[in-house]
């Protein structure tokens, strides 16, 4: 079993900044992909990020990219998300993931993580 347990999460005004973190716990020496998620109320969960096990191969969401920045150091068992240019529609609810099974190096859909936290929200005010 594998524990995640986000933070960072807040109040923010558009085009500022924020951090996430998302440290593991339990049985997290086997070799997994992280990514991040965010869930919008009324929307579905929607792919943001991947990063491989070793972070040499990072996938992005388009509605991430160029603000949206995935990193991990697997010696502190932490994957941050560094989320810049913020805008009120980056409001929502956001999870990381960790895959376990999947066969791909990055997984993109939520069907291929294993284990989820708890989430911590994000709201963006205009």
């Known amino acids: 079993q594998v524990q995640l347990v986000e933070s960072g999460g807040g109040l923010v005004q558009a085009g500022g900044s924020l951090r996430l973190s998302c440290t593991a716990s339990?049985?997290?020496?086997?070799?997994?992909?992280m990514g991040w998620f965010r869930q919008a109320p009324g929307k579905e969960r929607e792919f943001l990020a991947g990063i491989s096990w070793r972070g040499g191969i990072t996938y992005y969401a388009d509605s991430a990219k160029g603000r949206f920045t995935i990193s991990r150091d697997n010696a502190k068992n932490t994957v941050w998300l560094q989320m810049n240019s913020l805008k009120p529609e980056d409001t929502a609810v956001y999870y990381c993931a960790a895959d376990y099974r999947s066969s791909a190096v990055v997984p993109t859909t939520s069907d291929e993580y294993t284990y989820w936290g708890q989430g911590t929200q994000v709201t963006v005010s205009s």
């Open positions: 339990g049985r997290t020496s086997s070799s997994h992909a």
